[in-house]
């Protein structure tokens, strides 16, 4: 249990791969009382500490695994815990040629609005949420815009709806 405030001062300090393994620990005790919370901050902190890797490097595959199997408990614990499914979706997007993470990344990015819009308008129309949901949609339609156009077209028109000024989905939309 005292292990999770350690890896929650690694992890303010922005020392994300430190934090990833002291959290890589203490979510080996699934009965803490902290196991939700541990299990989140890996994810979080396997995705911070890999997601700007130098020019030429290259994300681990067991990275992603590992940052997946966090997040899959967090959501099986909590699956109306929207930031779960984005951050599981970000992390399998750095494995940018595979494409069962491909798959995993489009499942969770449509899984994050799932969960948004249950929760009602009131959860959508948050500034954070707002800006998420750009992020998914442009992501979707990027991912779609190789195999089946329409629907990566209706991707950037939600984007552009959301944020008119998106140059992203202006961009892309151009190119389709």
């Given at each position: 249990?005292?292990?999770?405030?350690?890896?929650?001062?690694?992890?303010?300090l922005?020392?994300?791969?430190?934090?990833?393994a002291?959290?890589?620990v203490?979510?080996?005790?699934?009965n803490?009382?902290?196991?939700?919370?541990?299990?989140?901050?890996l994810?979080?902190?396997?995705?911070?500490?890999?997601?700007?890797?130098?020019?030429?490097?290259?994300?681990?595959?067991?990275?992603?695994?590992?940052?997946n199997?966090?997040?899959?408990?967090?959501?099986?614990?909590?699956?109306?815990?929207?930031?779960?499914?984005?951050?599981?979706?970000?992390?399998?997007?750095?494995?940018?040629?595979?494409?069962?993470?491909?798959?995993?990344?489009?499942?969770?990015?449509?899984?994050?609005?799932?969960?948004?819009?249950?929760?009602?308008?009131?959860?959508?129309?948050?500034?954070?949420?707002?800006?998420?949901?750009?992020?998914?949609?442009?992501?979707?339609?990027?991912?779609?815009?190789?195999?089946?156009k329409?629907?990566?077209?209706?991707?950037?028109?939600?984007?552009?709806?959301?944020?008119?000024?998106?140059?992203?989905?202006?961009?892309?939309?151009?190119?389709?």
């Open positions: 249990n005292e292990l999770n405030d350690i890896g929650k001062k690694f992890f303010d922005k020392l994300y791969n430190e934090a990833a002291i959290y890589e203490a979510t080996t005790n699934p803490s009382r902290n196991f939700l919370y541990d299990n989140f901050y994810g979080y902190a396997l995705y911070f500490g890999n997601v700007n890797l130098e020019e030429g490097k290259k994300i681990d595959p067991a990275i992603v695994a590992k940052a199997v966090a997040f899959d408990n967090v959501i099986a614990a909590s699956p109306t815990t929207q930031d779960a499914y984005i951050y599981k979706a970000r992390v399998n997007s750095l494995l940018e040629e595979d494409t069962v993470a491909q798959a995993e990344m489009v499942k969770n990015y449509e899984d994050f609005i799932r969960v948004v819009t249950e929760k009602g308008a009131d959860e959508m129309a948050k500034p954070a949420n707002k800006t998420k949901f750009v992020e998914a949609y442009n992501n979707l339609g990027i991912h779609f815009a190789k195999t089946d329409v629907k990566a077209k209706e991707y950037f028109q939600k984007a552009l709806a959301i944020d008119p000024a998106d140059e992203t989905a202006k961009s892309t939309l151009k190119l389709l």
